[in-house]
């Protein structure tokens, strides 16, 4: 499977995902004000895998300027059905990824990543992009699975049903080796902390400042 074949999976299973309901909706809404206090009203803010929005609408009227990006077309078609139903200002909502951002959409003062790390291909080097992406002391503050401390079930069957067409590319990682390539991309991790409401989904909550 290639990025491609990525893309096509998840605008296969956009409409689906977007009658879905949130699993922790406690844990999503400590995520939801933890990232308000973060961002400030001038900011220029990206997110990277925005899914159906639902997000970004939530965040949107508390920057200057928020762009949405997703690699799935029709996520991005359901984000914008939601936009324009909304009743405040909503944000720029693009189907394409970090590495295709050209020199026109400038630099951010955050990045986020909801679910998102684990679902890139080269995760160095879309970590290498996005530090690029952001303005001088700009923060990534990302909420990915480590599915390297899930149940080993879950690693023996993601390849299967990626073979067949039933699930996109997932990165295997822990949390500790997320956290060095972080480091590694040129970012300073503040924070790492648990948001589930119950236990530990092991999705941990990372905010990192570009040096």
């Not at 992009?129 to 503050?141: M, T, V």
């Not at 690693?155 to 590319?169: D, E, K, N, S």
Request: glycine share 10%; aromatic share 6%; hydrophobic share 45%.
């Amino acid at each position: 499977m290639t990025t491609a074949s990525d893309a096509r999976f998840w605008d296969r299973t956009s409409r689906k995902y977007a009658r879905g309901s949130i699993a922790d909706q406690a844990g999503y809404e400590r995520t939801l004000e933890r990232t308000r206090a973060l961002l400030r009203p001038g900011d220029r803010v990206l997110e990277l895998g925005c899914g159906t929005g639902t997000t970004a609408l939530l965040l949107a009227g508390h920057v200057q300027d928020y762009l949405a990006t997703d690699i799935s077309a029709g996520m991005i078609a359901i984000a914008n059905e939601k936009g324009a139903a909304a009743a405040h200002p909503a944000p720029v909502f693009r189907a394409t990824t970090a590495e295709e951002l050209g020199p026109d959409a400038g630099t951010f003062n955050a990045v986020l990543g909801f679910n998102y790390l684990h679902l890139v291909r080269d995760l160095p080097g879309t970590l290498n992009r996005i530090h690029a992406l952001l303005a001088a002391d700009g923060l990534l503050i990302s909420k990915t699975p480590c599915v390297g401390e899930m149940n080993p079930l879950i690693r023996l069957v993601l390849p299967a049903m990626r073979a067949i067409g039933q699930a996109p590319y997932a990165g295997v990682f822990r949390a500790a080796e997320l956290n060095r390539q972080i480091a590694a991309a040129g970012f300073d991790v503040l924070a790492t902390e648990n948001h589930a409401s119950k236990g530990n989904d092991n999705r941990p909550y990372i905010v990192a400042r570009k040096r």
